[in-house]
C-alpha cells in the first residue's frame, strides 16, 4: 500500500478560501502562508502520485479518514513482516483494556458504584483515553503476580499496549493540548513499559508543526503524511518570497532535531526491532 496517495485518495480535497482563493482542506484558510504551501503541497501530489484530488467537501471528517487508513496500513505492514496473529492495529481501543493500564478499568467501576458521586467529581471524566489508533500485541506472553497466602504468577487476559498513534488531519491549538494530554496520560498512567507514543499529521504550516513536533521527549516523533514534498515546497517558495524563509528553517530545524520524520517511516520505527552490529575497526 502506498500510504501517500492512500491518504490523499481518501481525504485530501480541494477547497476554497474567501481571502486566498483555491487551497486545499489541509489549510487554515484564514492565513496567507497556509494556504499557498497547502494548494502547492497538493498540486505536487496530483502529478508525483498520479492521482486526481476531488473538489468540495468530504462529507466525513477527515482525521476519521486519517485514522481508518493508517490503521489498515499498519496491519498491512504487521502482515507482510510476519506480525499477523500477534499484533494488530485498531481504531479508538480504550485504554483500560490493555495490560499497562487494567488498573484504569478498576477505578472506572469503582467510580460507577460510587453513590456519592465524589469520586467522578474528584477524579473526573478523562482518566481513560481513546487513542486514535494503537498497535496491541495479541500473543505475547506476559504474566501477573496474584496476591494470596503465596504469590501466585499467572498469564495475563489483558492485551499489552505497544504503540499509541495520535492522528491529526492538521494542527490547531486545541489539538495540540489533546495531543499533549494524551502523551501524559500514558507515561503517568501507565504500570510497566511505556508505549512508543506519535503524531501523524498532513499538516502544512510549519510553525504550526513546531507546535505538536518540539518539545522536550512529550512523544516519540511526529510523522508527516509526505515530508519530502512538504519540504520541495516551501524550499521553493522561500527562494521568491521573504515571509517563508522563516518556515523554511523552522522546517529545517525540525528535520535536523528528527522531530519530524516522513509518514513512510513509521512502521520500521515501532515494528522493527532494533539490531546490533560490531563497532568497525577504524584503525
Request: proline share 5%; glycine share 4%; net charge neutral.
Amino acid at each position: 500500500m502506498n500510504i501517500i496517495t492512500a491518504v490523499a485518495e481518501s481525504a485530501l480535497r480541494w477547497t476554497q478560501s474567501r481571502k486566498y482563493g483555491r487551497t486545499s482542506n489541509i489549510a487554515d484558510v484564514d492565513n496567507r502562508v497556509s494556504c499557498v504551501i497547502a494548494r502547492d503541497f497538493a498540486h505536487r501530489l496530483q502529478v508525483q502520485q498520479g492521482i486526481l484530488i476531488q473538489e468540495g467537501p468530504l462529507g466525513t471528517e477527515p482525521g476519521t479518514q486519517l485514522q481508518n487508513v493508517i490503521r489498515d496500513w499498519l496491519n498491512t505492514e504487521m502482515r507482510d513482516r510476519g506480525l499477523q496473529g500477534s499484533m494488530e492495529a485498531a481504531c479508538n481501543e480504550p485504554l483500560d483494556r490493555f495490560y499497562q493500564y487494567q488498573h484504569l478499568e478498576e477505578l472506572r467501576h469503582l467510580i460507577h458504584n460510587d453513590s456519592t458521586g465524589e469520586l467522578e467529581i474528584v477524579l473526573g471524566g478523562d482518566y481513560v483515553v481513546k487513542p486514535d489508533v494503537v498497535v496491541e500485541w495479541k500473543s505475547r506472553p506476559w504474566r501477573d503476580l496474584v496476591v494470596q497466602e503465596d504469590l501466585i504468577i499467572r498469564q495475563s487476559s489483558h492485551r499489552f499496549l505497544h504503540a499509541s498513534v495520535s492522528c491529526k488531519w492538521t494542527i490547531r491549538s486545541d489539538r495540540v493540548q489533546n495531543v499533549r494530554l494524551e502523551a501524559a496520560n500514558i507515561v503517568r498512567k501507565r504500570r510497566g513499559r511505556t508505549p512508543h507514543f506519535v503524531c501523524v499529521t498532513c499538516e502544512p504550516f510549519p510553525l504550526r508543526l513546531a507546535a505538536v513536533a518540539g518539545g522536550d521527549g512529550e512523544l516519540d516523533c511526529t510523522y508527516h503524511l509526505d515530508l519530502q514534498t512538504l519540504w520541495s515546497v516551501v524550499s521553493e517558495l522561500a527562494s521568491s518570497d521573504r515571509p517563508f524563509v522563516s518556515h523554511k528553517n523552522k522546517l529545517e530545524l525540525l528535520i535536523r532535531a528528527r522531530k519530524l520524520r516522513p509518514l513512510s517511516e513509521l512502521p520500521q520505527d515501532i515494528l522493527s526491532v532494533p539490531t546490533s552490529h560490531p563497532a568497525t575497526d577504524q584503525s
